[in-house]
């Protein structure tokens, strides 16, 4: 048992005094364990249910201060901590779960099956919480997660109960469907933060989903299969469709998106955090990610670039802003020995960027937001990106790496700062090493120039060499940003 599980133990103990005694392992263990160990078939003490039902609570209040102290810092979240908070709401979510499937086969009055309703609530709610700890650390759920909860929402539709509203106006298909948007988002692309914040604005505002059978092109963009222990996959011509294909509408969430964003512009937070300039960044940079995904108007105006598939194809691969700079700068006349590249096996490719597949000990090295300068194996020329998702499955042992491509053909330069006053040699600021990153996209060619994280900020004009001599240019705003670089781009102000 890990840490994090023992400190929920430990603000639990009150609670669950029924079932342990001075010799008895530790009661969250204790407590699982009697619906994991129980003969099948029975229906569970309702005792029993009650205390788990208390266990959930006590675990949501102690995550959450967790939670919180993590949005109001910059601190990260330790890797036990994860992984414990994981296992603890996977296996209350199993256990709300078989104790609801208990109950449905054994005839009902309406009270009890509005308690069947609100178990597979809580079941709902905790795999919410498990797909989210996952994905703090760009993981998804095991396939026996998603086998659970589709049959358990199969369960819940046989009886009719899938739209029982029920305590704080919500309906299993609402929670349900919060779980479904949650591992549409864990795509190796938001950071934790930004993760819990788009949870906190799904339980908050996502209500009166629609979870169907049937299909509407202009609505449901996802489906998920409940007969199979899969979760949700983008609708796609190539999709298998069954009877248990279920639709997730997504449409009606664009217009929730684009209020919040005007919140966000007026300074207000609709999630309960602490507004702040970090959280604030956090929350917008999820409805940047939730736009693309749910919003008809970003939909029908921006296309995914077609992906051809690339397997058994490599690329060489120089990670980190100084090692790219080092890479793009090698001559090979000059007797230093040339920059290590490490070799990434394709899955895909497009006019936009890569997807690549990395071993389980080498993914886990590769940051969000690394620059990256990339090639074709014994190609000469490099191109440039950075590393926009990184993501694997609980029980795989492959991460899939998403590469943007920002730039074709990079230079490294010597970026000079530039100053009309007269300055003593050591009052004047070093050149910086820099990447000269020029891209052509459907809406024009893109001037951009990477440098340095720290050395941003420090002047905003500067000589940018060419082959005759140099541009004067002044930079006017930030294009992209990653991990220690940052894309800017410029405009022209005469020529040196």
Request: with cysteine; proline share 5%; glycine share 8%.
């Amino acid at each position: 048992m890990t840490r994090a599980a023992t400190a929920v133990l430990t603000d639990t103990n009150q609670h669950l005094e029924p079932l342990v005694d001075e010799s008895a392992t530790p009661t969250f263990e204790r407590v699982l364990s009697v619906f994991e160990s129980a003969p099948d078939g029975k229906p569970f003490d309702p005792a029993h249910v009650l205390v788990l039902t208390k266990l959930q609570q006590a675990a949501k209040g102690h995550y959450a201060k967790i939670l919180n102290s993590m949005l109001e810092s910059a601190d990260g979240l330790p890797v036990a901590v994860i992984r414990g908070a994981q296992m603890l709401h996977r296996r209350m979510a199993n256990a709300f779960g078989e104790t609801a499937l208990r109950l449905v086969p054994r005839p009902q009055l309406a009270e009890e099956q509005v308690r069947i309703a609100e178990l597979a609530l809580c079941a709902f709610r905790a795999r919410a919480d498990e797909i989210k700890w996952h994905a703090f650390e760009q993981t998804t759920p095991q396939r026996a997660s998603w086998e659970s909860s589709n049959r358990l929402m199969l369960a819940v539709e046989s009886l009719g109960l899938e739209r029982q509203t029920l305590r704080g106006d919500i309906t299993c298909t609402d929670a349900f469907a919060h779980c479904l948007l949650l591992a549409t988002l864990s795509v190796g692309i938001l950071n934790a933060p930004q993760m819990e914040l788009a949870h906190r604005w799904l339980a908050a505002c996502a209500r009166d989903m629609q979870v169907e059978p049937f299909f509407d092109p202009d609505a449901h963009w996802y489906q998920i299969d409940l007969a199979r222990p899969n979760g949700p996959e983008r609708v796609s011509p190539a999709s298998a469709v069954s009877d248990s294909t279920r639709f997730l509408a997504v449409a009606s969430l664009g217009a929730m998106l684009g209020q919040a964003r005007a919140q966000l512009y007026a300074g207000e937070l609709s999630v309960g955090a602490t507004p702040n300039r970090i959280t604030a960044l956090h929350f917008g940079a999820f409805l940047d990610l939730a736009e693309r995904l749910w919003s008809p108007d970003w939909r029908r105006a921006n296309w995914r670039a077609d992906r051809d598939k690339a397997e058994g194809e490599a690329v060489e691969v120089v990670l980190g802003f100084e090692q790219v700079l080092a890479a793009l700068g090698y001559d090979e006349d000059s007797g230093e020995p040339a920059p290590v590249a490490a070799s990434w096996s394709l899955r895909d490719k497009s006019a936009t960027g890569l997807g690549a597949l990395l071993p389980k000990e080498a993914g886990g090295q590769v940051p969000l937001g690394a620059l990256i300068a990339f090639r074709v194996a014994g190609n000469g020329a490099w191109e440039l990106g950075c590393i926009v998702r990184r993501i694997r499955a609980a029980d795989d042992n492959v991460w899939m790496v998403g590469i943007k491509r920002l730039s074709l053909a990079p230079v490294a330069i010597d970026l000079e700062p530039y100053s009309e006053q007269l300055q003593l040699e050591t009052e004047a600021a070093a050149n910086a090493g820099a990447i000269y990153a020029p891209i052509n996209t459907d809406t024009g060619r893109i001037d951009g120039v990477v440098i340095d994280a720290e050395y941003y900020g420090q002047t905003t004009e500067y000589l940018l060499p060419t082959k005759g001599g140099a541009f004067r240019i002044r930079a006017n705003r930030v294009i992209d940003r990653g991990e220690q670089w940052v894309r800017f781009g410029f405009e022209v102000l005469g020529k040196k």
